[in-house]
């Protein structure tokens, strides 16, 4: 089919970073293998890393990159209350630019990609040009519940965050514009797509964010009899990874099972959570490592039995879905992108009620996982069939598919207006 002209909007691009720079970097090559495109990114930190792997990359002749400049000197001095400030400047600046490279273009679509969070839509929709937004989140609030079990300053971030988020969702302005100008909008999760069509009534297909590169040789997972059951947790330590319920549930499920629970990551919680594996009487149990390289983190994941991700807000970790492609089974809550793609077919779901209930809920799986051998290797296998399906190779023929839904929403529109 006939390759667009798009414009992409994505302030984090990164080929070798994950989270939002990975997404960026990601979506950007599955979308230039359909379309040209002309990537509108931030002009520090992230335009000259993406040209340079573009150099060599074959489809270096389909991506323009456009390094936007953002201005910090606010945020040396009022630190992450500014950080909005200075956002809304990049982006103001990135519709000028965009302006101008219609003039000379003429776009068929631009796709306002990440930052995903759906408090900075930037100003792109204002565009007379078909206009995609999405993966969009940052809907998900923390549960209420949960908050005690967070330590104090955790509670009280998380506490004033939903707060704040419940008045943003509800009251900005440029975001109910961007919702209605959009001529398609994808959620990053279920939780995103029904606070989409409940606020803004508009409907919005969940398509997760993140994804994986195949797996070339998935382990399928058993446990033998009396060997130790070996859990992994990763991500950063903060609040809303629920640390702590994980660990009280290795604590609960050590007076009966053998087991070993490795964490890989950093963060401000990596005190607490220390502090807690020794109040809970599991230190020798727990092996913290730290942020480690990402090949590392594979290999632990390939030698162990379970991913447990306890996670209460957020979109969709990168963790899961490489987790999965190693045919891991997951441990979760079942909430946020990950409480979409762990499948009763791949891992166990836990419902958000209160801490107490996660903690018993957690534990007594994994002494389920630890007893039933076979169950544990149908989640495994399930998992590693299933992976295609999270695959970054599946982005661009879904995106490809909302560009042309875009523009013929939009020529529909058009018909609408003007009454014929």
Not at 214 to 221: G, T
Not at 384 to 405: C, F, H, I, T, V
């Amino acid at each position: 089919m006939e390759r667009l002209k798009v414009l992409v909007s994505a302030y984090a691009c990164h080929p070798e970073q994950g989270s939002e720079p990975g997404v960026g970097w990601n979506w950007l090559k599955e979308i230039a293998r359909h379309h040209d495109v002309w990537l509108l990114t931030e002009a520090e930190r992230f335009a000259p890393a993406t040209e340079s792997a573009l150099e060599s990359h074959q489809l270096r002749d389909a991506v323009k990159v456009i390094g936007i400049p953002r201005e910090r000197r606010a945020e040396r001095w009022l630190k992450s209350l500014a950080y909005y400030h200075t956002y809304e400047r990049w982006q103001r600046a990135a519709l000028e630019r965009a302006r101008e490279l219609h003039r000379h273009v003429g776009f068929d679509v631009i796709h306002q990609l990440n930052m995903i969070g759906y408090r900075e839509p930037g100003f792109l929709w204002s565009l007379d040009v078909p206009f995609v937004w999405g993966p969009i989140g940052g809907f998900a609030q923390m549960p209420w519940r949960y908050l005690h079990a967070m330590g104090p300053s955790g509670a009280m971030s998380l506490g004033f965050r939903n707060l704040a988020n419940e008045m943003q969702m509800r009251l900005s302005r440029r975001v109910r514009a961007a919702m209605q100008a959009s001529d398609v909008l994808i959620s990053a999760t279920s939780v995103d797509r029904v606070a989409i069509a409940k606020l803004y009534g508009r409907q919005a297909p969940v398509v997760h964010e993140t994804g994986t590169a195949p797996e070339s040789e998935p382990i399928v997972r058993t446990i033998r009899e009396g060997e130790r059951l070996r859990v992994l947790w990763c991500g950063r330590m903060v609040p809303s990874k629920a640390v702590g319920v994980a660990l009280q549930a290795v604590a609960r499920a050590s007076r009966t099972i053998p087991i070993e629970f490795h964490l890989c990551g950093d963060g401000p919680q990596q005190p607490f959570a220390r502090g807690l594996a020794e109040q809970l009487g599991i230190q020798g149990l727990c092996y913290f490592h730290g942020q480690r390289p990402r090949a590392e983190v594979i290999d632990r994941m390939r030698s162990s039995h379970v991913l447990f991700f306890p996670s209460l807000k957020e979109a969709t970790s990168a963790t899961v879905p490489e987790a999965l492609a190693t045919g891991l089974p997951v441990l979760c809550h079942d909430t946020c992108g990950h409480g979409d793609i762990v499948t009763k077919e791949v891992g166990i779901g836990v419902p958000v009620s209160d801490p107490p209930s996660s903690v018993e809920a957690f534990a007594n799986a994994l002494v389920s996982l630890s007893h039933e051998p076979e169950r544990l290797r149908a989640y495994s296998i399930a998992a590693a069939e299933g992976a295609p399906r999270l695959a970054w190779s599946a982005k661009g023929d879904a995106a490809d598919a909302w560009y042309r839904e875009a523009i013929a929403n939009r020529q529909s529109r058009g018909y609408l207006l003007s009454g014929s």
